[in-house]
């Protein structure tokens, strides 16, 4: 058996941010005065900095990080993206400062469909070269985990060549990059919405599931774009061939699609601003993840979602940032801020919903989002004593430094050299 080798200790942390006290769904549970050992890429001792550093010497690490009692919190996971995409809609972002709504612009042919023209006249090798842009961006941002969704082709040979851009990304790039098929994110202009739902089902799921950058399946549930029927019948068809299922719930409208998603099963029911206490019940009761989007609600001018009803109702709610053209953030952190000071969530439940229970909405209960013992030693350096700093100083990056399975991958907002 190979040695075991000690690659990296960071010490001197004013606070190590663990996870939820007992391992699941416990408040916030944070070491002072701390350090983490990291071997053979994994948490192989987290907790009194003295005790670690006696086990673990510095210096006898690959990699040792003098922390100067900054605080040391999980890697986040961004569990909804749309990082993959082409073209710029910032005029959009004018028109709806000037009173124009998401839905108007939709149906005057921009929106979703005028980033789909942009993507179907990119190669494939110009879309993978943008989202591994994006993906730098975001592991810059302490983000070493992130879904990324298709959608922006609505056609079958698109669909397909934005699963392979995903794929073609992901291969050696530090943050995990789990993929979601997203047929059915809108219906393509001059279709009839039941003949394109017959599309998606019949010719594009089964080789999108054959795909191996796709996990999940997900569909815009909204009033306007698929009824809640055809939203089923995507994801039925979606998990039939092995691909779960997640979807766009109750955004603008609240069409009982939060509640499709409890009946189904699903990993995730997404944004959720218009849901409401039987929604939230039925999501929790069914082990459902809420993601709530705060940075959608800012881009669109809108009133965010109610967290505390899905806490109160005994959900694991998760954070994401949302990244598209139409919501262009690619901070964790910031969606943590307007996590905080938009829907009133604490510093610790915001910080949970962007790490441990992120990971819970694209189906990673491995402890991904945790530094515990056994765990991948995924973490992010933070500026400030301790993990309040975050959303408390936002508005700037208050990531310093990056580990990705011990490794440092980024450095002071940019990605480190390989």
Do not use: W
Not at 12 to 28: F, H, R, T, Y
Not at 222 to 238: D, N
Not at 342 to 353: C, F, I, K, T
């Amino acid at each position: 058996m190979a040695e075991s080798t000690l690659e990296t200790v960071v010490y001197g942390a004013g606070e190590v941010v663990v996870g939820p006290s007992g391992g699941d769904g416990g408040p916030l549970e944070t070491h002072e005065d701390a350090a983490v050992a990291v071997v053979d890429g994994d948490v192989a001792a987290v907790g009194d900095a003295e005790a670690v550093r006696r086990e673990y010497p510095a210096e006898n690490a690959d990699t040792a990080i003098d922390a100067s009692g900054r605080a040391v919190i999980p890697g986040f996971v961004d569990p909804h993206t749309h990082a993959v995409f082409a073209g710029d809609r910032s005029d959009e972002f004018a028109a709806k400062l000037r009173g124009r709504t998401y839905q108007e612009i939709l149906a005057e042919g921009g929106g979703i469909l005028r980033t789909v023209e942009a993507v179907r006249e990119a190669s494939t090798a110009e879309l993978a070269a943008n989202l591994a842009a994006q993906l730098d961006v975001m592991l810059a941002h302490g983000t070493t985990t992130a879904e990324v969704k298709t959608g922006y082709g609505l056609d079958t040979e698109t669909e397909l060549r934005l699963l392979d851009a995903i794929e073609r990304a992901a291969d050696g790039h530090p943050v995990d990059v789990v993929g979601t098929f997203m047929g059915a994110h809108a219906v393509p202009g001059g279709r009839d919405a039941d003949d394109y739902v017959d599309e998606v089902v019949d010719e594009q799921l089964p080789r999108a599931a054959d795909h191996p950058a796709a996990a999940f399946c997900d569909v815009f549930c909204e009033e306007g774009v698929f009824t809640v029927a055809q939203s089923r019948r995507v994801l039925e068809a979606g998990r039939e061939r092995g691909l779960r299922p997640k979807i766009h719930a109750e955004e603008f409208t609240r069409l009982g699609s939060a509640q499709l998603a409890a009946d189904l099963g699903a990993v995730s029911a997404d944004h959720l601003l218009h849901a409401n206490e039987d929604d939230a019940a039925a999501l929790a009761d069914a082990g459902v993840v809420p993601v709530l989007l705060p940075g959608t609600a800012f881009a669109l001018g809108e009133d965010y979602a109610d967290a505390e009803q899905f806490r109160r109702a005994g959900a694991d709610v998760a954070l994401a940032t949302d990244l598209n053209p139409n919501c262009y953030s690619q901070s964790m952190g910031f969606a943590v801020a307007l996590a905080c000071n938009g829907m009133r969530m604490a510093p610790g439940d915001a910080l949970l919903g962007a790490t441990r229970n992120a990971a819970l909405a694209v189906d990673r209960g491995d402890g991904t989002g945790t530094l515990r013992e056994g765990t991948a030693a995924d973490l992010a350096v933070v500026d400030g004593p301790s993990h309040v700093h975050v959303p408390y100083n936002f508005g700037v990056n208050t990531v310093e430094t990056v580990l990705k399975d011990g490794d440092v991958v980024a450095r002071e907002g940019a990605v480190a050299d390989a």
